[in-house]
T-cell receptor
Framework: TAGITQAPTSQILAAGRSMTLRCTQDMRHNAMYWYRQDLGLGLRLIHYSNTAGTTGKGEVPDGYSVSRANTDDFPLTLASAVPSQTSVYFC?????????????FGEGSRLTVL | GQNIDQPTEMTATEGAIVQINCTYQTSGFNGLFWYQQHAGEAPTFLSYNVLDGLEEKGRFSSFLSRSKGYSYLLLKELQMKDSASYLCAVPDRDYQLIWGAGTKLIIKP
C-alpha cells in the first residue's frame, strides 16, 4: 500500500512565486494535516482537515491555504512564497478524528525559497 | 498555554539502556504520543499513553505520570539503528497535536 504520497520531494522556489505541495492518501482516512518542520523546533501544524469538505487553521497558517475536495487529496498552496517558508513540509493522516490515533506521515517535501 | 520539553540530544552506547524524558504542560489531558524520526525521513508512531504507568512494547517502553506532567521513553538493548530523533507530542484542547522539538539520540559502538 502506498499510504501517503507527497510531491514534489524537493523544490527550489523564487520568492514571490506560488507553489502547491501535493498530498494523496489511499487509506481512506478522514483527518489530514500539514506540518512544517524546522531545525530546533517541533513539528508545527499549518492547516488540517477533519473530513472532506472541511478545513481548519493550525498554529502557523499565514501564507498558506488548503482545500479538501475529496477524502484522498489535501494540497497545500503557498500563494506568494517568502524565504521564511523554507522548511520541510510533512503531510499526515489519521483514521479517526480527535488526535488520539496514530498519525501516518508522507515522506516530506523539502522547500527552499530564495 | 501548552509547553513540551525534551532534552535536545543524548548519547548512549550500543547494547545499553537509555531513558528519554518529556515534560508537558497542557490544559486538559488527552494522552501522550512518542514518535521516532530517522534523519531525512518521516516520523513513525511508537506509543500512545493515556493512563499512568509503564507500557512495554518489545525493546521500547513508555511511561506516563499525569500528576507530574511527565513521560519517558525507555529503549533497551540499544542498536545502531535506534539512532534517531524521538518526538513527544500531546493533543491540545482542540485535539491537535503539540510537538516537542525532539531528542536526537546518538548511539556509539
Amino acid at each position: 500500500t502506498a499510504g501517503i504520497t507527497q510531491a514534489p520531494t524537493s523544490q527550489i522556489l523564487a520568492a514571490g512565486r506560488s507553489m502547491t505541495l501535493r498530498c494523496t492518501q489511499d487509506m481512506r482516512h478522514n483527518a489530514m494535516y500539514w506540518y512544517r518542520q524546522d531545525l530546533g523546533l517541533g513539528l508545527r501544524l499549518i492547516h488540517y482537515s477533519n473530513t472532506a469538505g472541511t478545513t481548519g487553521k493550525g498554529e502557523v497558517p499565514d501564507g498558506y491555504s488548503v482545500s479538501r475536495a475529496n477524502t484522498d487529496d489535501f494540497p497545500l498552496t503557498l500563494a506568494s512564497a517568502v524565504p521564511s517558508q523554507t522548511s520541510v513540509y510533512f503531510c499526515a493522516s489519521m483514521a479517526g478524528q480527535g488526535a488520539t490515533g496514530e498519525l501516518f506521515f508522507g515522506e516530506g517535501s523539502r522547500l527552499t525559497v530564495l | 498555554g501548552q509547553n513540551i520539553d525534551q532534552p535536545t540530544e543524548m548519547t548512549a552506547t550500543e547494547g545499553a539502556i537509555v531513558q528519554i524524558n518529556c515534560t508537558y504542560q497542557t490544559s486538559g489531558f488527552n494522552g501522550l504520543f512518542w514518535y521516532q524520526q530517522h534523519a531525512g525521513e518521516a516520523p513513525t508512531f511508537l506509543s500512545y499513553n493515556v493512563l499512568d504507568g509503564l507500557e512495554e512494547k518489545g525493546r521500547f517502553s513508555s511511561f506516563l505520570s499525569r500528576s507530574k506532567g511527565y513521560s519517558y521513553l525507555l529503549l533497551k538493548e540499544l542498536q545502531m539503528k535506534d539512532s534517531a530523533s524521538y518526538l513527544c507530542a500531546v493533543p491540545d484542547r482542540d485535539y491537535q497535536l503539540i510537538w516537542g522539538a525532539g531528542t536526537k539520540l546518538i548511539i556509539k559502538p
